[in-house]
Structures are given as C-alpha cells and as structure tokens.
C-alpha cells in the first residue's frame, strides 16, 4: 500500500493523497464548501445533511 489516506474533515470517508484528488483532504468539493460553510456562516447549520456516504461524491473523476 503506497497510497497515503487521509479521512474526509466532513465525512469522514477516506480520500486518497494523491494529485488527483483535487479536493484533499476532502473527498469532493461538496465537502470541502460543507467546511468552509460551517464555520464561515453561523456554526453548524449544516451538521443535519447527510454527506457522508453519498455514492455521487465518488464519481467526479
Ligand atoms: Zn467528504
């Protein structure tokens, strides 16, 4: 296993560190505005939503 993982901050899925996951060490960009949303807008507004483990995430490339 040469492939260095990281866990999605938001999901907690695991992404592979490599250039090709643009959104590391986010799994997708929906995770990644998810994050930034959380503490950029008032707290955690969004915590309800359902991110974790939505097969579409996975499909961006
Ligand atoms: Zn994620």
């Known amino acids: 296993m040469s ?6 901050p938001t999901c907690e899925k695991k992404v592979a560190w490599e250039p090709q996951s643009h959104w590391r060490p986010f799994c997708s960009e929906r995770c990644k505005l ?15 939503e359902p991110a974790p483990e939505n097969p579409h995430l996975d499909k961006e490339h």
């Not at 998810?34 to 969004?46: C, K, Q, Y």
């Open 34 to 48: 998810i994050d930034l949303g959380e503490w950029a807008s008032e707290g955690h507004r969004i915590a309800g």
């Open 3 to 8: 492939i260095s993982e990281v866990k999605c």
